[in-house]
């Protein structure tokens, strides 16, 4: 089974604080992705990368930044937390191919309170 | 933009009762279709997807049809659980430029079964 990880399931951070978020995927998968999740928006893409070293603003990315500089991980960087990044922050992978029977595979999320 | 468009919650049923999950998508070329799930403090799970028009998606039950002529795929189940009690993301696929794909999500409907 594919496992995407997030290494932190709470966080309590305070405002300016600089924060990272963690993921590991373990299927070799060259896409992944920062999507973050607020009731009554659905999901929201902050940014994705489609290979090491590689990345791309998605639909939020204000106020984040990432990086990836092994495969297998891609990380969710909040330079100076604000309030209104509460939220909770779901990591996912796939494969790098264009075919259209491609899963994305989700961690569990990191819920993240900034106070 | 590619967008999804699924019914607002909450939705409230009776155990055994019969449920419909309205999504709607743009009419942008014919992207893979996908349910996820998202059971209360999880990640999102996929819970089931269809890649062409008139394929039917079905697990645990639940089934959705992508039906090109009405650029839907309503989610349904003909006898819902307690335990299906979660939130529901329809989404679609979008292509990266660099190759692999993206999740483009509705914003959620939440179920709720009681006994």
């Known amino acids: 089974d594919v496992k995407v990880t997030q290494s932190s399931r709470y966080l309590v951070k305070r405002t300016g604080e600089k924060v990272f978020l963690e993921c590991v995927q373990d299927m070799d998968h060259e896409n992944m992705f920062w999507y973050r999740q607020d009731p009554g928006l659905g999901l929201r893409l902050i940014y994705f990368s489609y290979d090491v070293k590689m990345k791309e603003k998605g639909d939020i990315p204000e106020g984040y930044s990432v990086s990836r500089e092994k495969k297998e991980r891609f990380s969710l960087i909040l330079e100076s937390a604000s309030t209104n990044q509460t939220s909770m922050y779901l990591c996912?992978?796939?494969?790098?191919?264009?075919?259209?029977?491609?899963?994305?595979?989700f961690g569990e999320g990191s819920w993240l309170t900034v106070v | 933009g590619n967008s999804v468009t699924q019914m607002e919650g909450p939705v409230t049923l009776s155990e055994e009762a019969f449920l419909t999950i309205n999504c709607t998508y743009t009419a942008t070329g014919y992207p893979s279709l996908f349910w996820y799930v998202q059971y209360p403090g999880e990640g999102l799970q996929l819970l089931l997807k269809a890649t062409k028009a008139d394929d039917k998606g079905s697990n645990k039950g639940f089934e959705a049809t992508y039906r090109k002529e009405t650029t839907s795929f309503h989610l349904e189940k003909g006898s819902v659980q307690v335990s299906d009690s979660a939130v529901y993301f329809c989404?679609?696929?979008?292509?990266?430029?660099?190759?692999?794909?993206?999740?483009?999500f509705g914003t959620g409907t939440q179920l709720k079964v009681e006994l």
């Open positions: 996912a992978s796939s494969i790098g191919t264009a075919s259209s029977g491609n899963t994305i595979y």
């Open positions: 989404a679609r696929l979008n292509p990266l430029t660099g190759g692999g794909n993206k999740l483009t």
